[in-house]
């Protein structure tokens, strides 16, 4: 698996999120992934561009394209926030410890084809997400 | 420094300028297609005539108010560099790429000013010295229109935004419907869902649609504020109906674990009309002679 491009967005503010989405939008299209992967994956990056915000304080997204054998488009999101305890009970649907639906982190799960999460209180969370083509 | 020195000094830039035109310009639009022509962004005529009136320009202000940039005479300069920087910024260019258009007429004039004062090293010293401090007084005004201009034209989009700000619209008789554009997870959700809600009260109206056709975006923000004004439509008596789910929106708010089966929802505005005319009983027939 080859690496393509690499590039950082801050993740700090309300509005970051915005930039997240258009940021997100511009290189899955470029890739060409079909409207409905993009769709996914920029929704999936919505959600957990805000819980960079909301939970873990701010952060930033790395955006990195891959390329041989498969395109695919992978974000990871890292934060130097309180970290989550229980990751199992966070991703349960319906759980959440803010004033959200608590479908944030399971949805965007749902939404990529790998989902992998580190966290632990104290040292922060980084969440990477793949979509491929 | 003395208004004769200054004339002196201009003196030798009109020297320098006159005669050579043709060849400075030739050189000066070398110069910027190897570092900052955008074909795609001007034309090659166009530049070619900013080009010519700036030398003409340059000729006869230097000639007369010698290189102070600051001086009433460059009055005319300013407001062509002015215009210049202003389209740049409107068309697209990148601030480098706007500085350089000045910037890039260095290397001809001062090749010229090398030909020219051959043997004598101070004076092309002096005269090259001061023809620099020109140039780069002219690409610095020339950055702060620039960036002036790109400031005016943010706020003027945002003034726009907000003028923006989503209208409710009356269907029929007890329908109304809110077309919603453009992100739904910041402040102005919140101004939106109001106007509806006042809407409802106003009018009376019995059904409400909202239309997501222009929202790009559903991710569980969206889908909570939107579930929310449906509740608080309800309290007040009011059926909501959500139009313009698109395949790519229902795929994702599937995913995402959303429910909305307590909301009607539909994929056009014309079937969530049609739906919200069968609740109120409203059925239209076809005239049979005029069809």
């Given at each position: 698996?080859?690496?393509?491009?690499?590039?950082?967005?801050?993740?700090?503010?309300?509005p970051d999120v915005?930039?997240?989405?258009?940021?997100?939008?511009e290189?899955?299209?470029?890739?060409?992934?079909?409207?409905?992967?993009?769709?996914?994956?920029?929704?999936?990056a919505?959600?957990?561009?805000?819980?960079?915000?909301?939970?873990?304080?701010?952060?930033?997204?790395?955006?990195?394209t891959?390329?041989?054998?498969?395109?695919?488009?992978?974000l990871?999101?890292?934060d130097?926030?309180?970290?989550?305890?229980?990751?199992?009970?966070?991703?349960r649907?319906?759980?959440?410890?803010g004033?959200?639906?608590g479908l944030?982190?399971?949805?965007?799960k749902?939404l990529?084809?790998?989902?992998?999460?580190?966290?632990?209180?104290?040292?922060?969370?980084?969440?990477t997400i793949?979509?491929w083509? | 420094?003395?208004?004769?020195?200054?004339?002196?000094?201009?003196?030798?830039?009109?020297?320098?300028l006159?005669?050579?035109?043709?060849?400075?310009?030739a050189?000066w639009?070398?110069?910027?297609?190897?570092?900052?022509?955008r074909?795609d962004?001007?034309?090659?005529?166009?530049?070619?005539a900013?080009?010519?009136?700036?030398?003409?320009l340059?000729?006869?202000?230097?000639?007369?108010?010698?290189?102070?940039?600051?001086?009433?005479?460059?009055?005319?300069?300013?407001?062509?560099?002015?215009?210049?920087?202003?389209?740049?910024?409107?068309?697209?260019?990148?601030p480098?790429?706007?500085?350089?258009?000045v910037?890039?007429?260095?290397?001809?004039?001062?090749?010229?000013?090398?030909?020219q004062?051959?043997?004598?090293?101070?004076?092309?010293?002096?005269?090259?010295w001061?023809?620099?401090?020109?140039?780069?007084?002219?690409?610095?005004?020339?950055?702060?229109?620039?960036?002036?201009?790109?400031?005016d034209?943010?706020?003027?989009?945002q003034?726009?935004?907000?003028?923006?700000?989503?209208?409710?619209?009356?269907?029929?008789?007890?329908?109304?419907?809110l077309?919603?554009?453009?992100?739904?997870?910041?402040?102005?959700?919140?101004?939106?869902?109001?106007?509806?809600?006042?809407?409802?009260?106003?009018?009376?109206?019995?059904?409400?649609?909202?239309?997501?056709?222009?929202?790009?975006?559903?991710?569980?923000?969206?889908?909570?504020?939107?579930?929310?004004?449906?509740?608080?439509?309800?309290?007040?008596?009011?059926?909501?109906?959500?139009?313009?789910?698109?395949?790519?929106?229902?795929?994702?708010?599937?995913?995402?674990?959303?429910?909305l089966?307590?909301?009607?929802?539909?994929?056009t505005?014309?079937?969530?009309?049609?739906?919200?005319?069968?609740?109120l009983?409203?059925s239209?027939?076809?005239?049979?002679?005029?069809?």
């Amino acid at each position: 698996m080859a690496v393509v491009s690499t590039e950082n967005v801050p993740v700090k503010t309300e509005p970051d999120v915005v930039t997240v989405r258009r940021r997100v939008r511009e290189v899955s299209s470029q890739l060409g992934l079909s409207l409905v992967d993009q769709t996914k994956i920029i929704t999936a990056a919505s959600e957990l561009a805000r819980n960079t915000i909301i939970y873990g304080g701010g952060g930033s997204m790395q955006v990195q394209t891959l390329n041989g054998p498969r395109v695919g488009l992978r974000l990871t999101f890292e934060d130097n926030g309180p970290g989550i305890p229980d990751v199992d009970l966070a991703l349960r649907d319906g759980f959440t410890t803010g004033s959200g639906l608590g479908l944030g982190l399971g949805g965007s799960k749902r939404l990529v084809n790998e989902f992998e999460i580190f966290s632990k209180p104290g040292a922060g969370t980084r969440i990477t997400i793949t979509r491929w083509k | 420094m003395s208004e004769m020195q200054l004339n002196q000094k201009g003196a030798k830039l009109v020297d320098i300028l006159s005669g050579q035109e043709e060849r400075i310009l030739a050189e000066w639009m070398k110069e910027m297609t190897g570092s900052t022509r955008r074909g795609d962004l001007i034309k090659e005529s166009e530049l070619r005539a900013e080009c010519t009136q700036f030398l003409k320009l340059l000729k006869q202000t230097t000639e007369a108010a010698g290189t102070d940039f600051q001086s009433p005479s460059f009055g005319p300069m300013r407001e062509m560099l002015g215009d210049v920087s202003r389209g740049r910024a409107q068309k697209g260019f990148k601030p480098s790429e706007t500085a350089t258009f000045v910037f890039s007429l260095k290397r001809p004039l001062f090749d010229q000013i090398q030909t020219q004062y051959k043997g004598d090293t101070d004076a092309m010293a002096a005269e090259m010295w001061s023809l620099t401090e020109l140039l780069d007084a002219m690409g610095l005004y020339t950055m702060e229109v620039f960036q002036k201009s790109r400031e005016d034209m943010i706020r003027r989009q945002q003034e726009e935004l907000l003028e923006l700000s989503t209208p409710v619209v009356k269907l029929w008789d007890g329908i109304l419907a809110l077309p919603i554009i453009g992100t739904l997870d910041s402040a102005r959700t919140q101004v939106v869902m109001e106007s509806l809600l006042q809407a409802i009260v106003q009018t009376n109206s019995r059904m409400a649609i909202i239309d997501i056709t222009g929202v790009p975006t559903v991710d569980t923000v969206v889908a909570q504020h939107l579930l929310k004004t449906v509740t608080a439509a309800r309290l007040m008596g009011a059926d909501c109906i959500i139009s313009g789910v698109r395949p790519q929106i229902a795929q994702t708010i599937v995913h995402l674990g959303i429910n909305l089966l307590d909301v009607t929802t539909k994929a056009t505005l014309a079937a969530a009309f049609s739906v919200a005319l069968q609740r109120l009983g409203i059925s239209f027939v076809r005239d049979a002679a005029k069809s």
